[in-house]
């Protein structure tokens, strides 16, 4: 079972963390069914910046030259293993423009 990370998130998801962590309220596979239910895979985000999910992922927790996008964004997996990496649906649009604006930045 893979471990969750939050930069930051809704009261509703550090509940359901706690309740996998601590096997309470809910037995361990169903607590784990919630979470992933919202989550997608980080080439979702990569296709719209027509990146590779690798490069994508380091924008999480600014790996590398990479600059630190990801606060605020729930996320699951370890941005060192982009293949783990999923992104909470509702946040893919925040993600991606903070890198948007960044490129465009940098660009000039």
Do not use: C
């Amino acid at each position: 079972m893979s471990r969750y990370s939050y930069r930051s998130a809704e009261v509703e998801a550090h509940e359901l963390q706690r309740m996998v962590y601590d096997n309470s309220a809910l037995d361990y596979s169903a607590a784990e069914t919630i979470l992933e239910s919202h989550y997608v895979e980080i080439r979702k985000a990569s296709n719209l910046l027509g990146s590779q999910n690798q490069y994508t992922s380091r924008y999480l927790e600014g790996t590398g030259s990479f600059p630190d996008l990801g606060e605020n964004i729930r996320y699951a997996g370890d941005p060192a293993d982009y293949h783990s990496v999923k992104i909470h649906e509702e946040d893919i649009a925040t993600f991606v423009a903070r890198i948007v604006a960044y490129r465009e930045v940098v660009s000039g």
